[in-house]
Every structure is written in C-alpha cells, then in structure tokens.
C-alpha cells in the first residue's frame, strides 16, 4: 500500500495511475489532495510531477496512521475541539427516555463542565426484548434540549437506512458502536455522510483491526475521527469488559487521531466509573464519554453504571485537577 | 419472561394483554400460536382459556431455548434437511470470484458429497482496501450455477438493504456473519425475511449472547435458525480463532435449534481444517460449513485455509466413516 | 539455537565448544548424543567430525520440536505405549478419598477399557480451605490398588520436595497440573527424575510456550514426555474452560512428542465429557485422561464433572468405535 | 465459611471445636485471636464468651476481605509503609547482572525518590536457554547495596527450598511472580515464612482467585500481603500484557490489602511504561514497581520494558505532580 501526497490535482497523474494494473482512490483528506495506489510494485512505477511525496506502509492502514501526518489531528464539533489541550468530556444518560430527563442532565453536567452532550437515541440491545430506545422522538429531544442548553450531540447510529433522520436532526456528532465496529457497509456510509464520528472499538477487535474501521471512514474522505476504547472482553468477570488503557495508549502511539475512553460501560458499577475515568485522563484521553442519569435506579437501561449528576460533579472536579497536574485543562 | 403457547387465536385474550400493563408480542412460530409477555408479574395476572400452557424462564431467551419445544428443530433449505440423522456439508470457495471458478468446486464438493453450495457474493473485509466481493454480480453467478448442479446455496447479506437482491435472485440461505451477529437491525430484517438462516457466533459472544441473537430471528416469526460455531477470539494465536467445540455443546444442549460447524475460518491453515472438521462432527454437529477452492494459491481472500477439491474428498470420506461409527450419515 | 546431532560422543568436539564464548549443554536423548549450543554465530563457527549434522532453529524450543526428529515419539508407561495406533485412556477419581473408593473405580475402569489409573494425592486448590489431597497416604492407596488390579499409575506432583516419596511408592507417570505449567523449578526437577510425564498446558499459555515447558524436561534428558491440552481461559463461561482442539492439533504438527486431551476438567458438566472426549479422539488425540468417581456426587473435589462408571463404559463404547472409524483402536 | 473474631484466647472454644464435626483453623492476624470454622451449620451451632464477633462470608475467602476488616492494612517493609498517604515506588532491574548494575541503578532510583529496590536474582524464564538469574550470587548483590544506598529490597522467590537463602540475606520482601501465583505450597511456605510478600496476580486469575492465593497466605498467620497487578492474557498483541485497571480497582473494593501495579511488564515497550504507571496511580494504586537499568538495550532480559534512570527521574516527577493532585504523596 502507497500513499501519494499530492502537490495538486493532476489530470496526468490519473491517467497513468488508470493506465497501470494497480488499485486506486483518488481522495481529499485534512487538505490535502491524496492518492492510495496498491500493491506496492505497480504503485513504484508510477512517476509524476504533482506527488510531493510517496509513503509506503507495511501496516494494513495508512490514513489512520501517523506515518504521513505526525501532526495530531483535532477535530471539531461545532465550537468543541477534542485533540487539543482541553479534556473533552461528553456526557448524559444511557439512553434518551424523555424530554425532561435529558435536559435536567443537560443542564446539571454542563453545569459541572462538559461539553457535549450524549445519550442514546437507537439503542442496540442483547435481548429483543429489552427497550431499543425511542429512534426518531429520541433524536428530536436531543436535538430540542442541546439547542436550549448548548451543548453540541453526540448519539449513536446502528443503520445506514437512518441517516436522512440524523440529517434531518442535524446531529453533530454520530457514534459507531462496539457491536458494529465492524459493520463495514455502516462505516462506509458514515464516512460519507461527513459529520464528525466517535467509533467505539470493538470489544474482541485488536488496536490494528480498530484503526482499520477507522480507514474505512477515513477512506470515503471524512477525516474527523475520534477512537474510543470502550473495554474489551476477556476472562475476568470482576468488571463488565476489561478498559484496556494499554491499547488506547498503543493506539495514540499508531494514530494522528485523538483518543476517548468511555469509562461507564467496562466499570458495569458507579463505584469503578471515577477510577476508570481517572486512570484514562492520566494515561493521555483526550476525551471521556460518560453515562449520568438524573435517578440512575429508575434507568431503563445500563442502570448500575450510571452516575447522579452529584456524583458527576465530584468527578469533573477530580478530572480538572488531574488535568492541570498533566498540564492539560478539563 | 413468559411464553403462553395458544391453543388457537383469541382476541378476548389479545384484549386482555392490551388492557393490562405488561409488555407483549403475538407470533407464529412451528405452527404453534404464541404470545410472549413480560414481566412476570403482570403474565401471571393473565388468564384465558386460549392458553394452553405458560412457560416462563429465568434465561435472558425463550423461543430459542429448549424449555418449551422440547423436540429438534429441522431447518429445510430447498430438498435439504439439517438438524436431523444427516450430517450435511455446505462447500464452497471463501469469495465467488468467477461462474467458472464457482461451477468447477460446486461439481467437485457435489461429486464429493457436499449438500449445499457456499460462497461469498458480499464479503466483510477488515482493510478496506481488501477485494470486497462481487456484489450482486456474485449472486447471478451463485444462482446460476447451483440451478445448474443442483445445491442450494448459502451465502453472507451484510446490509438489509440488499435484502431486495437477496429476493431476486431467490437465494436459499441466509448467513449472517460473526462480525454481524449483534447487528440487531439486520437481524430483524432478516428475521422478517423469513428464508432459512445460517447465524454464525461473533468472536467475543458468549453461548448466551449467541442464543439471544437467535431470538431476535425468531422472535420475527423465522424459526428456520441453523448457530453456526466459528471460533472465538482468546489469546492462543497458534490458530486464527479458537474453534469452540464446547460452547457448541453447551448450545446445543440449551437449545432445539441445529447446530453447524466452520471448521475453515478457527483453523486459519489448510492442514488443521480436516482435524477440526472431525471434531466437530464427532462433538454432535448438525452441519458443517467448508472453504473449497479450485486453485487456493490463487485465491482472493483466505487462501491459506480453502482445501482443493482432492483434499475435500478425502475429508468428506473420513467425514461419512465418522458419522457412521456415530450411527449417523453424511 | 543451534543443536548438533552426534556420531558419538567426542572428547574433541567438547574441547572446541568449551573454548568457544557459546553456551551449550551435552546431552542423551531418544538414544541420540545431542549438544545443544547458541547463539548461531557461534555454533556455525564450531566443526568436528563427530557432528552427523546441524539443526538450527528460529523457534524458542527445539528438543520438542519434529524439526530434528520425524518420527513420533512413543512413550512407555511401563507395557503401555502412548503415541502408537492404540488410544490409551487413563481414569480415576479426581482425588483418591479412601482405598475402596480407588479400588472399585480401577476395577471399573479396567473393565471398560482404561489402560492407566488416574487419582490425585496431592490436588492443587484455589482455596487453602478445601480439601487438599491425602498426600501420602494417596501415594499409597494408589500403589496398592495399582498392583492389585494391574492399572500403571498417573498421579500429580506439586512439589519437587516430594520427588523421594513419588520415588518410595514407584509412581509410573508423574503429572504436571496446569498451575505449575510454568513452575520452572518442578518441571526441571521432575526432568531429571526422569520418569514418564503428562504435561499438562497451562491456561493461559500459547501452543509455543507449551512446548518451551516441554523443553525445560527434554534438556534435562527426559524425553518421556506426553503434552495434555485441559483447557485455556477464554470469555466463555458456559463451559468451565474452553477446551482448545485446535491448538492440540496445532501443537501435534509442531512437535513428535504424543498429546492427550482432558475433557473433564474444561466441561465441568458431566453432559459435555462425552462429546469432548470424541471430539478430542477425532481431532487426533493419542490419549485421554478422564474423571471418574462411584459417586460423583459424594466427591470430595469436582463432584459435577466425574462420570460414574456406567457412564464411563459407555464413553469408552463410543471411542472404541470412533477409534476404528479413524483406522485406530481404544 | 465463618471467621469467629475471638476476646481472648479460650481453651473451652477450642474444646467446642475440636469435638465438633466443623473443619477449623486458629491463627493470629493483625494483632486479633481469629478462628475460621466451617461448614456454617456446623460454625452456628458452636458458641462461646470468648467470640467476640461471628464473620459469616459466601466468598470463597474471607481473611483477605473487607467484610471483617474495614480499615485498611498498611504494610512495613523497614521504614517503608505501603498502603498510606504516599505512594510507595520500588524500581531496579529486571534481573541481577552484577554489583555494579545494580548500584547505579540503586543510587539513581533513590536519588529520583524510589523507596524500595527491586531485582530479580531467581529468574522464571520461558525457556529453559534464557539467563535463569544469578541465584544466591544475586541475592549477595541485593543485600549489599541495600546496605550501602538504604532501600529495602524486594525480589522474587520461585522455589520454596530455597527460603534459607532469603533468611540468610534477611530479603525484606519477596515477591511471588504471576507464573507461581497458584503455586500453592509456596504460598504456604511464604506465609509460614513471615516477611512481607508482593504477590502477583497470574496472568489468568481472575481477581477472586487472586484473593484465595492471598488467602493462603494470610491463613498462615502472614498479613503483611501486598496485591500486584500486572496485566492479564488476552487476545490483544499491541501490549505484551492487558494492565486490568479496573481489576485493581475491583479488587482494592474487596480488600483491605494494599494495591501494586507493575506498568512495565504489559507494557513490554519502554514508551508504554510512563502511561500505564500513570493511569494506575490515577486509579488508586497504593505501591509501583517499575523496571529500570543503567542500559537497557544491553539488559539480559526484558530490554524492551526497562527505563533508563533519566526516564524513570522524569516519571517520578509527573508521579509526584499526579498525587498531589490526588490528595496524596509519592
């Protein structure tokens, strides 16, 4: 796998690139005018005057690697930067149940200090038999309720046959789940749609396989991509999945991309969601997505990882001051 | 959770469940009348002539499980039954690359004693950059040929938005894929599909999971569900995955539904994939599913784990000595 | 790692690698005078004519490796030899509780078929509060009921301090259980003791690290070595381990040295023995070790996993004919 | 399983034991009279003046948890306390390679705010070629420049003959590794043994199994116990081992036992360590242990993973900054 970094667009290039028998994909990424050409041998024949530089890769990802671009990539959601110096974090329930539930978290963890608000519109459930969430009344509301607190959205999508109501709700940032980390056709459709994308990592996918499905939206030319290690299944049953900082760390270490934890969802329990959130502010997240339910016993889903909004405040506390002691802010 | 089996339809008992606060859904399913309510409490309430009996269960499935349908289910695609005293063989190259590739392996594993024909029209690839199937193109060729020798077909649908072309071209059998197994919207479509489904296990699922991913098909009224055992993610790298023969028989002994076997995509190379076929089969499998390529060398996907015709011959024979020895036939 | 197989031994040769800065050891094995001498640079450099040739590896093992011997090993527990055509099964109790206890079982066992006895005297347990073997008193129990029914002995060793007693009481086959997989200091030890061993696989240990633990047996002149696939730690709870027939087989086309196969300890349910057991006999397995009790559920130590000895006869029907199938017997 | 707190010790509740039918173990911990009886029917029935309190646990340990003993448990090693306000650092080598390696690593640690000095003399290596350790010539070392740079020293013991040689040196800590973390007649001898332990978790415990090994430990009298977390077996290669952050985490809420973790072994790559140990402090970790050597690319075993002295005196400063974040000291 090559990849040609293009002075400009050149009609020259792409004929020959056409006339030779490697694979190709012309595409626009973070400025740039670029071209993937592969295997390895036909893309070496090719010479042209617009490629400023060829870079060839032996990983099975290249946009998503930092040998091409070693300056981090920051993306924006409206107004929020994540990447930078700040600590994004999002927060809000598991899933949208009302109107007035979500903007009584929207207010008390803006209130607290973060930034975005999530909470699940669409949701993908083990059991047919559990709530699957209230679709499109759940994107209105968070649509309604980030617009009245101003906290930019970030919700999850599950099938390409939705994104017109994600269009329609102008939903600022779309997640990718654990479970269709690997639902290529999704991928490839969200990398079109364009808006900024928070992929989970899969919880049996290695970091290679996770920068992977991070190519496949970087691929189709969408470039605001943020990763985020959500815990991944192994033996141990003490947690719900295992967080794996190490791979977040690995993956920072492989990627230009930044980096989320989500700290809820691996805890299982309120009581481990600060000590998780804490250890992945300290091991370089640029981003937390963090589950808060203004009466978390009453969820009707994922009620035991649940923070209170009191709960969130003392964590935002803490994540401030351990941000300042990295010499980042929060 | 609790499974009313109806001696017939009774809308005095619809009402009843209407009026009450409990959750339900009303389904056919094995020629038996169903209706599924929840919680407990409020089935309990519930009574009406019409019932003939009311299971309930602590397990997070029902329809899927033994505890109401005590006798094997058999799943019919075309002349071909799986889940009773035959053990039956789908074969078949990894992608369908040509119709003369697909007609030259679907004569030789027909010849060999294969019952179904396989093979990939949509293939889930990690790299996007990966050859990605022939797309409908596949299809017309898999149609083709199987009307031409004779094997119905089992072939992946990765997006319910294909599902028209699935209709068109009257395919057979349904495989949902591993990395598929918890995309719950295309669970539900396929589910209302209602063609014979092949659903394999994902990598990290457990038993459990796998079984409540067959009772999203079912609880669509599709009760033609084949689990298909394909290896599970651990850290053993020795082979590609682990191919877990025991959770295939704690499955099976949970469960009505036959059980299949991919001794292909665990073994990762050729020379495990007979010892992993054998084991399978001697565990109690129903079926089995197998990667058969003309010239494998030269294939553009797996071409380290499809056998050659000649090696599946000798595998289909130690196949029918095993079963035999097992007072059963292949 | 270079190892050098010998026309004889040479007073020569040794002079030459002594002088040189590698590392080696002398050794006899299989009949062979060996020397085993890094790194390459080294060994390259060292000529004489006693070498009959060279075998250099890139693997971490090569004693137990089939790079250096072709031909499979057979390992004699006095007149019975694993690895061969016949399939061995050895079985017994999971602990020895009482002389009656053993000697009724033996009896059965014989009866069926088994060719050794099984029972531990020492038994490692996760809790200094359960029952932790007889220990001696086990040792003793065991000769006798060995001698009397005419079954060699396979009992564990956890302690190297206890090698004079499993010398006193003439244990023909020393196991070593799955938490001292890796006890460095036992398996050294147990190598020099230099009776035959069954070398259980730890749970969390690859294929590759399996046999490097051979290998600390096999350098110490020990070549009577027998690897035990019981069962690796994966996600899967629905079995108590998740008995892994690939890496067994894996591991059979890497080294010479014969494999059995444990299906009682990863079922944990007397249902799943059975099919473990064939599926392991399938797979190739060249022997068997399987729980069984009078009374499974009296046992002192894993009551849901021992099959009674009718079920045994049973087991042993359905191996004795899959073995056949197989071109085998049992 | 029942822990009878006792006022005194009483010759009458002994005899009430003894005569009953009930299993039981007197021990003194942490300056208590204690006696553990089961099974409960049996604990329940017996009664005395001298119980101070009956303890009565459905986990399978109960001397290593909190339910009895809710403050919590500061261990010594000399001066050192491990479980209080400050966050107790040990580093050194990996393995002992000589006297002078192991003073410039000693001074430099100390010099950065080490508090303890670590060093392997006794070497588990994964094959049977790898440098084993220098054995008693390490521990000579060890002692010696602990004397000289005044850090207590902990270091691993593998085999329990050889304690002798740990009394000789008078080792202030010995560490029990993750390959013997079952090895349960160490465990026993350890306890006997008195000094205070660093015990590891095995690479596939799950945090109960980690607290019973603890428990034999304890049950022998020896509450000086440290847990070590050190990374668990998974499917992911990025990191040589899973950090299981929220294992710790799990288990300091199951426990009065301090919490080490060991960021250097999953890391397996230098550029890793500094994040993980991070991340560990943030989660709570009460103790670290980190490899460091004055040259690590020349190190004879896991070069990969050991920082040189500068890197570690930049990881002790952003430690520092990060406890006091956290309210504490390091």
Redesign the interface.
Known sequence: ?MLFILRNDSSTLREKIKESSA?Y?FLDLYGKKLA?V?PDEEAEKINDDSIEMKVKTKK??ILASNEWKKEPTKVSVKDVEIGGEKIVVAAGPCAVESEEQVETVAKAVRRAGASLLRGGAFK??????SF?GLGEGGLKILRKVSDEVGLPIVTEI????DLPLFKQYDIDMLQIGA??A????LL?EVGKFGKPVLLKR???N????WL?SA??LL?EGNGNVVLCER?????????R???????M???K??THLPMCADPSH??GKR??VH??A???????ADMLIIEVHPNPEKALSDSEQQLTPESFEVLMN?IK??A???GRSA
């Open positions: 796998m694979s994909k993937l592969w099975p990802y993908p459930r083990t059991s047919p038999y699957q599950m099938d390409a046959r479970r269709n690997q639902n290529f056709t490839k899969g919880m049996a290695t970091v290679e396989e992977q190519e496949y691929s815990g991944i299944r192994t033996f141990e049953k003490a947690t999945f295992t967080l794996d900082i190490g791979g760390v690995a993956a270490m492989m691996p805890a009581e481990l000590s998780l804490l250890a992945s502010v300290a091991a370089g803490r001051a351990l300042n002691a990295l």
